[in-house]
């Protein structure tokens, strides 16, 4: 008889929570011809907008090299597939295992430098049309574009022989790779703002921190190590980014009597976000020089920053880059939670001196976050108060000092470019 294995936690335990099942896909299985999609593939969702037909969704992954398309129904679907299978996600801080109902996806595969050779078998013709017809059917705007401009744009070569390299070569130089197209797509329609309450009448509910550092990132933070520094030299081993703003915030934090955890972790976050808004795009390639340059931070913090603030680069490369409208992402992120840890107001020159930014420029941030900004006359006591690092950012007239505060319930006083979330 074999003897019984015991196991190294028989203590723990975990709460599983079942999802019920819903129309909005959110996890799949999928089965693939023999070769797997690499982590550069970025898969689409199309679903059927008829409403007995909800069920039936396609998924749609490209780069430059290769296609796959995969099904849940019809002749491409899983036909075989008799089970319901169950996938299960454990949460190691909240110790809850989530269970819900996954759908199965039969994926082919298509070689997109086929795409422009004639000889193509059928199957690869009919992948690709149907590939172009869901897309002009549910694709944005940018997408809709680029499939009529290759349906205006097709030529029969059947006629040009003698120039068929000539063209074929021309036309997948200059032709913009989908996958890019949709990246920038997906770039486009981000949001700046996190979710926001325009009816609440308490200023501590307009925004929500799990919004912008969700409670895993949170717990990750090395808030516990930073509250037993002894002294700012200390703290700077856990601290990517180092001002007067923020050495006055941690003295504050550590010296009150309770510790004050939440904001404790809103501080490091912010001085991630400081740093990583300057992160060049090669290291945001190499992983192990971006830990470097956060401060041995978590893996899981990394890849929440990477998820929600970069995406991928147009060129072959498909490297991760952050654009001009994630670093406004990233600021107005950092105000809000500027104005979460100082009572809902913060003096604009500090903060402009701290993000490399001018006054006017960060007043158009905190009225796009929802601010309104006052002009306090103050005493030469109060204006001591300005840290010199940023004096150089003072209005000229002396007295004049730029306070932005957050008020609820939430006006915006100045009309912005930028969609808004709301709940």
Not at 61 to 73: D, I, K, P, W
Not at 219 to 229: G, I, M, N, R, T
Request: charged share 25%.
């Amino acid at each position: 008889m074999a003897p019984k294995i015991k196991s190294e936690n028989p203590t723990t335990t975990a709460d599983v929570e079942v999802l019920p099942t819903s129309k909005q896909l959110s996890i799949a299985l999928g089965s693939f011809p023999g070769v797997l999609p690499t982590k550069e593939v970025k898969f689409q969702l199309f679903q059927n907008t008829a409403p007995k037909q909800g069920a039936q969704k396609v998924l749609i992954g490209e780069t430059s090299h290769v296609g796959f398309m995969g099904a849940n129904y019809g002749k491409d679907g899983p036909n075989s597939v008799h089970s319901k299978y169950l996938v299960g996600q454990y949460n190691p801080v909240t110790k809850k295992l989530k269970v819900q109902e996954a759908p199965v996806f039969n994926f082919t595969r298509h070689v997109m430098r086929l795409k422009n050779e004639t000889a193509l078998t059928d199957q690869d013709k009919n992948w690709y049309q149907s590939s172009l017809t869901l897309k002009e059917e549910f694709g944005t705007k940018r997408t809709k574009a680029y499939v009529q401009g290759l349906r205006n744009n097709a030529v029969d070569d059947s006629t040009l022989h003698n120039v068929k390299d000539i063209l074929s070569k021309s036309i997948a130089d200059s032709q913009v790779d989908m996958s890019s197209v949709m990246a920038q797509d997906r770039a486009d329609e981000k949001d700046i703002l996190p979710p926001f309450d325009l009816k609440t009448t308490d200023t501590t509910k307009i925004y929500s921190v799990e919004d912008i550092i969700p409670m895993v990132e949170q717990q990750a933070l090395p808030y516990k190590d930073v509250f037993s520094c002894t002294n700012p030299s200390d703290r700077n081993q856990f601290i990517p980014f180092e001002s007067t703003f923020f050495e006055e915030q941690f003295k504050e934090v550590v010296s009150s009597g309770k510790k004050n955890r939440l904001k404790m972790r809103m501080l490091i976050y912010m001085t991630y976000l400081m740093k990583f808004r300057a992160l060049k795009r090669s290291s945001l390639a190499k992983r192990g020089e971006m830990r470097r340059l956060l401060r041995n931070s978590n893996d899981v913090v990394m890849e929440g920053l990477l998820r929600r603030y970069t995406t991928f680069s147009a060129d072959k490369s498909q490297s991760r880059i952050v654009t001009d409208l994630m670093r406004k992402k990233i600021i107005c992120h950092i105000l809000i939670l500027a104005l979460m840890v100082n009572d809902y107001r913060f003096v604009v020159p500090t903060l402009a001196y701290d993000l490399g930014l001018t006054q006017s420029e960060v007043v158009s941030y905190a009225e796009y976050v929802g601010c309104k900004v006052e002009r306090v006359f103050s005493t030469p006591n109060q204006k001591a108060n300005i840290k010199l690092e940023a004096e150089a950012n003072l209005p000229k007239r002396s007295g004049d000092i730029q306070i932005a505060v957050l008020k609820a319930p939430l006006v915006f006083t100045k009309a912005t470019r930028f969609s808004k979330k709301r709940k």
